[in-house]
């Protein structure tokens, strides 16, 4: 069997940050268990060009090769992803626990509906895994 070297690992999802966490899907969980597990053996990026594209959508920021960049990124067989896509409940419920300088529930629901049209895009990449759990835990490595 034909095997690729990990150079890049992606973690991805919808975020909400305050000054104690980063997130709401369960990437900041889920980099530190990776971490654990393959004692720092991969770079793991908290977030991608996906990312980058949601939110030069989302707030009409001038990018002019946010798709190209996006496209050869998710190309390359060498990046992997990792999509965290919870249902938007448990997103909303995270957030109001943790609040926001940015965000308010209709922007982070905003945030959640652009990256679930994304892990509905990309799901079919054989480089991307898409998980709708909020547990970092189920996720597979």
Same mark, same amino acid.
């Given at each position: 069997?034909?095997?690729?070297?990990?150079? &890049? !690992?992606?973690?991805?999802?919808?975020?909400?940050?305050?000054?104690?966490?980063?997130?709401?899907?369960?990437k900041t969980t889920?980099?530190?268990?990776?971490?654990?597990?393959?004692?720092?053996?991969?770079?793991?990026?908290? #977030?991608?060009?996906?990312?980058?594209?949601?939110?030069?959508e989302m707030y *009409?920021? &001038? !990018? /002019?090769?946010?798709? =190209?960049?996006? =496209?050869?990124?998710? *190309?390359?067989?060498? &990046?992997? $992803?990792?999509? !965290?896509? /919870?249902?938007?409940?448990?997103? !909303?419920? #995270?957030?109001?626990? #943790?609040?926001?300088?940015?965000?308010? =529930?209709?922007?982070?629901?905003?945030?959640? *509906?652009?990256?679930?049209? +994304? =892990?509905?895009?990309?799901?079919?990449? /054989? &480089?991307?895994?898409? $998980? $709708?759990?909020?547990? +970092?835990? +189920?996720v597979s490595l």
């Amino acid at each position: 069997m034909l095997k690729f070297p990990t150079k &890049n !690992l992606f973690i991805e999802g919808p975020d909400c940050s305050d000054r104690k966490s980063t997130d709401c899907s369960g990437k900041t969980t889920l980099v530190k268990k990776i971490h654990e597990i393959t004692e720092y053996k991969w770079h793991v990026h908290d #977030r991608s060009q996906i990312s980058r594209k949601i939110f030069k959508e989302m707030y *009409s920021r &001038n !990018l /002019p090769f946010s798709d =190209s960049d996006l =496209s050869t990124e998710v *190309s390359d067989l060498n &990046n992997r $992803y990792i999509l !965290l896509v /919870p249902d938007p409940d448990l997103i !909303l419920e #995270r957030f109001k626990e #943790r609040g926001d300088e940015i965000h308010n =529930s209709k922007s982070i629901i905003d945030v959640w *509906s652009r990256f679930s049209e +994304a =892990s509905e895009k990309y799901f079919s990449f /054989p &480089n991307v895994l898409v $998980y $709708y759990s909020g547990d +970092a835990n +189920a996720v597979s490595l």
